[in-house]
Nanobody, 121 residues
Framework: QVRLVESGGGLVQAGGSLRLSCVAS????????MGWYRQAPGKQRELVAD????????YADSVKGRFTISRDNSARNTVYLQMNSLKPEDTAVYYC??????????????WGQGTQVTVSS
């Protein structure tokens, strides 16, 4: 079992920055992809960024150049999302997700409880 706990959300003005953290506990060595997703009111949850165990990163087009995903390589149980140049449309609940690949087409997913990010104009 894996437990994910997010922190770092809050209220910020447009153009500001926030740093989200996600701490994983439990059987973290089974996780090979960590990611950040977000869900705005009335919208579907969407991928923001993810990072694979080899270090490869992937970003949604809407956040490229503004957000950076990274992980704590010493502890390997913490993933960060540095968010710069925030826009009101970035307002959402941000969720941390850990995935364990089972087969080429299936994976086991673990989710955190979410942290609210609100960007005022």
């Amino acid at each position: 079992q894996v437990r994910l706990v997010e922190s770092g959300g809050g209220l910020v003005q447009a153009g500001g920055s926030l740093r989200l953290s996600c701490v994983a506990s439990g059987n973290i060595f089974s996780i090979n992809v960590m990611g950040w997703y977000r869900q705005a009111p009335g919208k579907q949850r969407e991928l923001v960024a993810d990072i694979r165990s080899g270090g490869t990163t992937n970003y949604a087009d809407s956040v490229k150049g503004r957000f950076t995903i990274s992980r704590d390589n010493s502890a390997r149980n913490t993933v960060y999302l540095q968010m710069n140049s925030l826009k009101p449309e970035d307002t959402a609940v941000y969720y941390c997700k850990g995935s364990r690949t089972l087969t080429p087409s299936t994976a086991l997913a673990y989710w955190g409880q979410g942290t609210q990010v609100t960007v005022s104009s």
